[in-house]
């Protein structure tokens, strides 16, 4: 794992060129779950459908300055931050704005605005108390490869990957371990994969055990213990714009979230130690 230097926050990108995959429910409710064991968490959101803000309860109106502004107006990770219900969780908000970054951004640097912005971030808080440091930045990405996933992917020190549990999950998954290993080759060639989170996993059907069967013969160790359920519940919450650990802390969504949150810091640990 790349190192991190202290005051520099870990820096995970959630992504998956497929939608639908449980990317944006993955971000706010890892998000969720670690801001409640302790950490301070900042979640950016990076797709320009902005699910994750409204998920974390941010209206379409109160998002005075996006993750547009970080990306083509050099403006702070920690200015455009707001506060949710959450205690320690932050995000950085997004709206249809996002669609524009490709034709405004022309500089040879494009790929690499999200990267200076969290090294700002870092620079900022390696005088502060540990306890006002962002631990964590979580990106949610959108459903695709484009300039803002590779801005995702040049930020980051590891990727986290959503795969559900259906039946043409294995098909972009190739294609995304291949992206990958190209960003590694150039953008940013301390990239890891921290893990493989399989999700809406249906323990009744024979489907999502064999989906579940093939993702683990593919990546191997890589692949979570922790299997988030379909929970109608986590399919509920983000319509009252609440992580489902605020919404309905006892169901099997929310365990299954703080399960993988503590799977996560064990696993960066490891990697520390090692
Ligand atoms: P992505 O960000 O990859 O497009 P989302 O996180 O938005 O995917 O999830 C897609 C849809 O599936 C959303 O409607 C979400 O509420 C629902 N969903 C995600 N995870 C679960 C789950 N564990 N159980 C039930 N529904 C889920
Ligand atoms: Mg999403």
Redesign the pocket.
């Known amino acids: 794992m790349g190192a991190t230097r202290p005051g520099e926050p870990r820096t995970l990108a ?1 992504a ?1 060129q ?11 409710n890892l998000g969720t779950a670690l801001a409640s064991i302790g950490e301070r968490v900042l979640i950016i959101d990076l ?1 320009p ?1 902005g ?2 803000s409204t ?1 974390l309860g941010i209206d379409v109106d109160s998002r005075p300055r996006t993750a547009f502004d970080v990306l083509t107006g050099g403006l702070g990770l920690v200015e455009c931050a707001l506060a949710t219900a959450v205690p320690g969780l932050y995000v950085v908000p997004a709206n249809s704005d996002l669609v524009g970054v490709e034709s405004t951004l022309t500089d040879a640097n494009r790929p690499y605005k999200l990267r200076d912005a969290v090294a700002a971030l870092g620079a900022r808080q390696r005088n502060l108390p540990p306890d006002q440091q962002f631990k964590y930045i979580l990106i ?1 990405c959108p ?1 695709s490869l484009n300039l803002l996933t590779l801005n995702a992917l040049s930020a980051a020190n590891a990727v986290l990957v ?1 795969v ?1 549990c259906e039946f043409f999950a294995l098909e972009g998954i190739s294609q995304l371990k291949e992206s990958i290993d190209q960003i590694r080759a150039t953008l940013n060639p301390s990239l890891e994969i921290q893990g493989v989170v399989l ?3 249906d323990a009744r059907t024979t489907l999502s055990r064999e989906v579940a069967d093939n993702v683990r013969a593919f990546f191997g160790p890589k692949v979570y213990e922790t299997i ?11 319509s009252h714009g609440k992580p489902i650990l605020l919404y309905d802390f006892d169901c099997a ?1 929310s365990q ?1 979230y703080i399960r993988l949150a503590t799977e996560i810091i064990e696993r960066e640990g490891r990697n520390k130690a090692a």
């Open positions: 959630v998956n497929k939608g639908g995959v449980g990317k944006t429910t993955t971000a706010i797709d459908q699910n994750a998920g949610d459903p959503p559900q999700t809406m996993h988030i359920p379909r929970n109608t519940r986590v399919a509920e919450a983000p969504g299954a």
